[in-house]
């Protein structure tokens, strides 16, 4: 007779690979994580959160992994960290989260057009339309006039709540239009313009001011676009009145460039 007890064989590893077993809910559950991560980095990308981001992540699939590995000591320390840093992120992603929520706050969700068009995955394919070259000669043409002017290039985040402000207009962007809306004697020379898709939507448009402090010699213009970049992620060109310069403004910070190609090829770049 015999009285060998029989073990399972490999009952650990059975149990490690239990999360293997997908159904639909897991499925699900997969894409709409990945849904958010995407639109999390589109978000980030280009910003210097993005690498706390990547750095965030990759600690959360370590604990991932070690928790599939029953690596409790490890896991529990992993898991311990990233709650309580959860507040520590909220403070370091502020920025980022209420551009976020206002981007939300702003869409308009009865338009499923522009809904749709605004969280669209082709985003790149939208604004690669825009004709920056065009937009850049006619800012270097009222740089050797001295003519000040404020462009702001819509990108995903909606600008509705500051379009009321000023004038509607759906014209194509072209340099002489451009340059006829900044004559010093035009009527709609105040303010700034908003470009989205290659047209003129809006002039004279008020933007919300930044409470940074900027140095002296930057004036109301500059510091309108750092108050509205900082907001949303529309991109901002100004051309000093005082100076004739033209700067450049992403996330509420002056980008320094060379020479006019590289701007164009900088701004091309932060469209897409």
Same mark, same amino acid.
């Given at each position: 007779?015999?009285?060998?007890?029989?073990? %399972?064989?490999?009952? =650990?590893?059975? /149990? #490690? &690979?239990?999360?293997? *077993? $997908?159904?639909?809910?897991?499925?699900?559950?997969?894409?709409?994580?990945?849904?958010?991560?995407?639109?999390?980095?589109?978000?980030?990308?280009?910003?210097?959160?993005?690498?706390?981001?990547?750095?965030?992540?990759?600690?959360?699939?370590?604990?991932?992994?070690?928790?599939?590995?029953?690596?409790?000591?490890?896991?529990?320390?992993?898991?311990?960290?990233?709650?309580?840093?959860?507040?520590?992120?909220?403070?370091?992603?502020? %920025?980022?989260?209420? =551009?976020?929520? /206002? #981007? &939300?706050?702003?869409? *308009? $969700?009865?338009?499923?057009?522009?809904?749709?068009?605004?969280?669209?995955?082709?985003?790149?394919?939208?604004?690669?339309?825009?004709?920056?070259?065009?937009?850049?000669?006619?800012?270097?043409?009222?740089?050797?006039?001295?003519?000040?002017?404020?462009?702001?290039?819509?990108?995903?985040?909606?600008?509705?709540?500051?379009?009321?402000?000023?004038?509607?207009?759906?014209?194509?962007?072209?340099?002489?239009?451009?340059?006829?809306?900044?004559?010093?004697?035009?009527?709609?020379?105040?303010?700034?313009?908003?470009?989205?898709?290659?047209?003129?939507?809006?002039?004279?448009?008020?933007?919300?001011?930044?409470?940074?402090?900027?140095?002296?010699?930057?004036?109301?213009?500059?510091?309108?676009?750092?108050?509205?970049?900082?907001?949303?992620?529309?991109?901002?060109?100004?051309?000093?009145?005082?100076?004739?310069?033209?700067?450049?403004?992403?996330?509420?910070?002056?980008?320094?460039?060379?020479?006019?190609?590289?701007?164009?090829?900088?701004?091309?770049?932060?469209?897409?």
């Amino acid at each position: 007779m015999n009285n060998t007890k029989s073990f %399972p064989i490999f009952t =650990k590893t059975n /149990l #490690m &690979l239990d999360f293997l *077993n $997908f159904d639909f809910l897991d499925i699900l559950d997969i894409v709409l994580v990945a849904t958010l991560l995407y639109y999390v980095y589109k978000l980030l990308k280009g910003s210097v959160a993005i690498n706390i981001f990547i750095g965030i992540g990759l600690v959360v699939i370590i604990w991932k992994i070690t928790q599939a590995l029953q690596m409790e000591m490890l896991s529990g320390l992993l898991g311990t960290l990233i709650s309580l840093g959860a507040i520590a992120i909220l403070i370091v992603f502020q %920025p980022e989260v209420r =551009k976020f929520l /206002l #981007m &939300l706050g702003s869409t *308009n $969700f009865t338009n499923r057009r522009n809904f749709l068009k605004q969280i669209s995955f082709l985003k790149s394919e939208i604004y690669i339309t825009m004709d920056v070259e065009t937009i850049v000669k006619a800012c270097e043409t009222m740089s050797a006039s001295k003519t000040g002017a404020l462009l702001v290039l819509e990108r995903t985040h909606n600008l509705d709540f500051v379009k009321y402000t000023g004038d509607k207009m759906n014209a194509e962007v072209n340099q002489p239009i451009l340059e006829s809306i900044f004559y010093k004697n035009s009527p709609l020379h105040d303010g700034a313009v908003i470009i989205k898709d290659n047209f003129i939507i809006a002039t004279r448009i008020v933007l919300p001011l930044s409470a940074k402090n900027l140095p002296a010699r930057f004036g109301l213009r500059h510091r309108a676009a750092v108050g509205i970049t900082e907001k949303t992620d529309a991109l901002c060109l100004i051309v000093s009145e005082e100076t004739g310069k033209i700067s450049y403004i992403k996330d509420g910070e002056f980008v320094l460039y060379n020479n006019t190609q590289e701007l164009i090829e900088q701004i091309r770049y932060d469209l897409n």
